[in-house]
């Protein structure tokens, strides 16, 4: 005799959603709208309160730097605290906050969701097949927010091969750092300054073209790892979907501004005051008629040319280690020949400098691909380095993507000449 128990609606409810959620069909193409949609939010929402706190910080700047004159401090004093250390620090914060504060709780609320169990079980597969894992696609999706987040969510990996996979390859999905640059350089060369809602979507849809070449990158790295340094045999990976539940919004805010967010941003405050100081020194000590900012310049221009770049561009990434996002700022900076951070918040004044000083399309696509796949920021490699327990295998999370980067510029940059396309 078989008794059939009356099946449980939410067990129903459940398997209905899965059959649509981790259909080979149906899986990819929400996933893919979800992350645009997310993208479209955090990049939306996260103008107008970073144009605020920008704002503000920067009033209190020059308050501070009132009190430095009234004191009667040194112009050099004054100068390196507040329009060096205090002025870059700033920048990091009002740059970094708001769209941390947006994508966090989106993520964690996926999360609480159930959501995210499920994006590994369709990604399994393609990260198996490379030799790596499918926990990695978790690790990789909190990558988004922050690579050096993303490292330490490896420990979620149990096979030590596998987590070092991970870790190496974390760094080839764009953290919020890098995302306001790429969406600028979208917006002035692709879309168009105009704004709107149509502008947005379009930068958006872009943007989740460039982050899914990222995840093709991940993937050949991961399968070329695994095939070399890193050979072995998949492990099994049992995944239990747990089922879908009702996020607690109280508990979700908690967790992603306390836990994420302001750890995230503690740590890059952290290293972006003394970077300051560097920047505000070199940009202010002249040797032979010239800052040594400029010298620097000029010394990596002839190497940077070869990669659809330039020395200014190189040198404001190599400065920009501490965080991505005075990238754009110091590009400026060098560009007006100031002494301290500069920010164009038009984005037409901003193309115009930019194209006057030798960029074309081909440039910003260079510099895109670049700010793509290019060295981890300090944080991350600080991470990498207490994660794994060895500067050798962070020396390698540093190589690997800049090798790749430059290949790839090279490629663009020297394809475009042979084409004759400017």
């Known amino acids: 005799a078989v008794s059939l128990e009356p099946q449980n609606r939410s067990i129903s409810r459940d398997r209905k959603l899965d059959r649509i959620l981790t259909s080979p069909l149906t899986g990819f193409p929400i996933m893919l709208l979800l992350l645009l949609g997310i993208f479209w939010l955090t990049i939306t929402g996260a103008n107008y309160p970073s144009a605020l706190l920008s704002e503000g910080l920067f009033w ?18 004054t100068g390196l605290v507040c329009d060096g250390m205090y002025r ?3 920048w990091v914060v009002a740059v970094m906050l708001p769209p941390m504060a947006i994508f966090f709780p989106l993520f964690t609320l996926l999360e609480d969701f159930g959501y995210l169990p499920r994006v590994a079980f369709n990604l399994d597969r393609c990260f198996k097949s490379c030799g790596a894992c499918g926990k990695q696609a978790l690790t990789t999706c909190m990558g988004f927010g922050c690579n050096a987040a993303g490292v330490v969510g490896c420990r979620i990996i149990d096979s030590p091969r596998e987590r070092l996979i991970a870790m190496l390859t974390n760094n080839f999905v764009p953290c919020n750092g890098r995302l306001p640059m790429l969406i600028s350089l979208i917006t002035m060369f692709f879309v168009g300054a105009a704004g709107g809602l149509g502008a947005s979507v379009l930068s958006s849809a872009m943007l989740v073209g460039l982050i899914a070449l990222g995840l093709l990158m991940t993937l050949a790295v991961s399968k070329f790892l695994s095939a070399t340094l890193l050979k072995g045999v998949p492990s099994s990976f049992t995944l239990e979907l747990p089922p879908y539940r009702r996020p607690q919004l109280g508990k979700v805010i908690v967790r992603s501004i306390f836990d994420r967010t302001l ?3 503690g740590r890059a405050a952290s290293v972006a005051a003394p970077a300051g100081l560097i920047i505000w020194l070199l940009a202010n000590i002249h040797a032979g008629g010239d800052t040594l900012l400029a010298h620097c310049a000029g010394f990596l221009d002839p190497f940077a040319r070869v990669f659809g770049l330039d020395g200014v561009i190189l040198l404001a990434f190599i400065l920009g280690l501490p965080a991505n996002e005075i990238v754009i700022p110091l590009i400026i900076m060098a560009y007006l020949s100031q002494g301290s951070l500069v920010e164009l918040s038009d984005l037409t004044a901003l193309r115009s400098l930019l194209i006057d000083n030798g960029w074309t399309w081909v440039t910003a696509l260079c510099v895109m691909v670049f700010s793509l796949m290019h060295w981890p920021c300090s944080t991350t490699c600080l991470t990498i380095k207490k994660e794994s327990g060895s500067w050798k295998w962070t020396a390698a999370a ?3 993507p800049t090798v790749c980067g430059l290949i790839l510029c090279f490629l663009i940059a020297n394809a475009c000449r042979l084409l004759g396309i400017a």
């Open 398 to 400: 540093v190589a690997i």
């Open 60 to 77: 209190l700047g020059d308050r501070i730097r009132d009190r430095f004159i009234y004191l009667g401090s040194p112009e050099w004093l």
């Open 88 to 90: 870059t620090l700033s």
């Open 263 to 265: 750890f995230v941003l």
